[in-house]
């Protein structure tokens, strides 16, 4: 929270909505990562192109941030492979137990008024939250 500026926070949420939107608008989909993302591992014919450009498009723009902005990209973790490997396991898992994941349901689904998806954001945050209290009270952060 050292950085945290509330108009840099601000801009930043009105641009992913912004682009949710005209997703949405224009695409008739939903932007969530992980379904765009799935699509490009199970194409389907037709419907490759665009999913590739909005994937190429994040990682150019972490690339862009990178090369313009260094200071603020975060040290690389001090977590071993096998932690981080486990987390992103897991992190898969629940995508696919939840049919979605926090931008798909958190931005879209709760703009959308989602049932659905306001119990998703809510057991996302609420696991994310006990397991890291958990990790760290167990572990002390050494994981």
């Known amino acids: ?18 682009a949710a939107s005209i997703m949405l608008y224009f695409n008739g989909r939903i932007a969530g990562i992980s379904g765009i993302y ?16 909005f994937v190429g498009g994040l990682l150019l723009g972490g690339l862009a941030l990178a090369l313009f902005a260094p200071d603020t990209i975060a040290p690389p973790s001090t977590r071993s492979l096998l932690a981080t490997a486990l987390a992103g396991l897991l992190v898969g ?10 931008s798909g349901h958190g931005v879209c689904g709760l703009s959308r008024f989602s049932r659905r998806s306001l119990v998703a954001t809510g057991s996302f945050m609420a696991t994310g939250f006990a397991t890291a209290s958990l990790l760290h009270l167990w572990l002390g952060g050494v994981l």
Do not use: Y
């Open 1 to 18: 929270m050292d950085n945290f500026t509330p108009i840099s926070a601000l801009l930043g949420g009105a641009l992913i909505g912004t």
């Open 38 to 53: 799935g699509g490009l591992l199970r194409p389907t014919p037709g419907d490759t192109a665009w999913r590739a450009t």
């Open 93 to 102: 898992v629940g995508v696919r137990m939840g049919n979605g994941c926090t």
